[in-house]
């Protein structure tokens, strides 16, 4: 645990210790940003709607970088959902496995 908060990988082993194997995680921007940046997320759903709000809080906080080559880009489906806009990101392949069950010889 660090600063109060524990670490994605270690909620990831203890649920999976228990039998849990798929979770939701619905968080914010700390939340989400702390599972990407870890490499626990297999994927990341985010609607865009077409509404203006105004000023508020980031919807992901994962620092900067020095090049465009260092983005995340994952690959990613799209889906309407009447005026909005779904985006199915996909970023199993560079997931951390956690608590995967072990193969019996």
């Known amino acids: 645990m660090t600063e109060g908060r524990i670490a994605p990988r270690e909620i990831l082993a203890r649920l999976a210790g228990i039998g849990l194997r798929r979770v939701l995680i619905e968080g ?19 609607v865009v709607a077409p509404i203006l709000l105004g000023d508020g809080r980031p919807g992901l906080a994962l620092g900067p970088i020095d090049r465009v080559d260092q983005a995340l880009r ?13 985006f199915d ?17």
């Open 28 to 46: 914010g921007a700390c939340t989400l940003s702390r599972f990407i940046a870890e490499n626990c997320l297999d994927r990341l759903h985010v």
């Open 74 to 86: 994952p690959p990613m489906r799209i889906h309407r959902l009447g005026a909005d806009v779904l």
């Open 89 to 105: 990101c996909d970023f199993s392949a560079q997931r951390t496995l956690i608590g995967r069950p072990k193969k019996s010889t």
